[in-house]
């Protein structure tokens, strides 16, 4: 299995993963007990983050980000899913700068991307409402002009990055009599904000050190100069324009995790003893291995091609809906089986494997359900 190299690396990729890699050993991976313990990732990661050159990889420099592509990104959605760190939502701090990168206004892309970059602002996707989840269309949260302000109402929930964020990329009605072109996103800035507030972080089943929180906006005045594109009623366009990298990203993350977990149940099994020798010894174990891996292997190679596609700006929405939906589904079957092969430790929580299996389940539920990729690809057939 390691000796597999995804074809869109190269010589200075090799060199940026071995210097994240390092980074996220050092530097991350200590504090994530303390991240779960107390659910949220410290504000000053994402600073150091920034400052070490890791934020927003895929950004132009211009922009201040890395000046890479997406390969350079995925890079760090692998290295920190591979150890099971879940709270750090560098996903969805990314895809809210690519809306500002995509849709803003040159004055807009200068004015949030390069301290997203630095780490300065901290970037959440306000999207999911009470009642609204994979039907945008149902989106209530009201933003309605007076003068040359925004006035918001509304509720959001299940907000990765919820309770520390910074700057959101807010989803809103602005026309009540238009369910589809009614929609417009504001990209808003939290700090020091009247009537703001940050409800619950919500007790989960699994990312525990994930701040996911309600949102609460009551009369929240928003500078008109923070309508993304500088315009009404794009916000169903811009969403929809934008999936294929969220719903990639979502991919990336299962992939590493499966081959985290196989790593680590290839290491515990050997060590392991069970009846006067090791577990990996017996042909059940082998099997069980040999079928993972497999998989695995086979996510890997599709995920790398569609990371090749994305960059050469040809990945469509229903490959990356297939991608989103076989790969969550085969991480949480594979990760069930190296849970398996942990025996009772499997269920304990200080072991890589129970936590990455409670983690894993979200993947099919965000980004879009499973439910939804499958009628998204049905429609192409």
């Not at 299940?158 to 996103?185: C, E, P, Q, W, Y």
Request: aromatic residues 8%; contains cysteine.
């Amino acid at each position: 299995m390691n000796s597999y190299v995804s074809p869109w690396m190269d010589d200075d990729l090799h060199m940026l993963r071995e210097a994240i890699s390092r980074y996220v050993e050092s530097e991350m991976l200590p504090k994530e007990p303390k991240w779960r313990a107390q659910h949220h990732v410290d504000r000053e990661a994402w600073r150091a983050a920034g400052e070490a050159g890791f934020l927003l990889l895929d950004v132009p420099q211009e922009y201040g980000g890395g000046g890479g592509d997406f390969r350079h990104e995925a890079l760090l959605y692998e290295e920190l899913n591979r150890r099971g760190i879940s709270g750090f939502g560098q996903g969805v701090h990314s895809i809210a700068a690519h809306y500002v990168l995509n849709y803003g206004s040159e004055e807009q892309k200068q004015r949030w991307l390069p301290r997203m970059a630095r780490g300065e602002l901290i970037g959440a996707i306000a999207m999911t409402e009470p009642g609204a989840g994979s039907d945008l269309k149902g989106i209530r949260t009201r933003a309605e002009r007076d003068g040359d302000h925004y006035v918001v109402n509304g509720s959001k929930i299940f907000i990765t990055n919820g309770s520390i964020a910074t700057i959101l990329m807010l989803v809103v009605r602005t026309d009540a009599s238009d369910r589809s072109r009614g929609l417009s996103i504001l990209m808003v800035e939290t700090e020091n904000l009247a009537g703001y507030r940050v409800g619950r972080v919500l007790d989960k089943m699994g990312l525990t050190a994930q701040d996911t929180s309600e949102l609460f906006f009551e009369d929240v005045r928003v500078a008109a100069d923070c309508l993304l594109g500088g315009e009404e009623g794009k916000g169903m366009h811009q969403l929809m324009g934008d999936l294929p990298y969220e719903r990639l990203t979502i991919a990336i993350g299962g992939v590493a995790a499966m081959e985290g977990a196989v790593a680590e149940t290839v290491r515990y099994v050997n060590e392991r003893k069970a009846f006067g020798q090791s577990i990996a010894s017996f042909q059940n174990t082998r099997f069980k291995l040999a079928e993972v891996v497999t998989r695995t292997r086979v996510a890997r190679t599709f995920v790398d091609s569609c990371i090749s596609q994305l960059v050469e700006g040809s990945l469509d929405t229903e490959t990356a809906a297939m991608a989103k939906w076989w790969i969550t589904d085969t991480q949480q079957e594979v990760i069930d089986e190296c849970v398996q092969l942990h025996g009772g430790y499997g269920y304990m929580n200080e072991y890589l494997v129970c936590r990455m299996f409670a983690d894993s389940r979200v993947q099919r539920i965000y980004g879009g359900t499973n439910e939804i990729m499958k009628e998204l690809i049905s429609r192409s057939i």
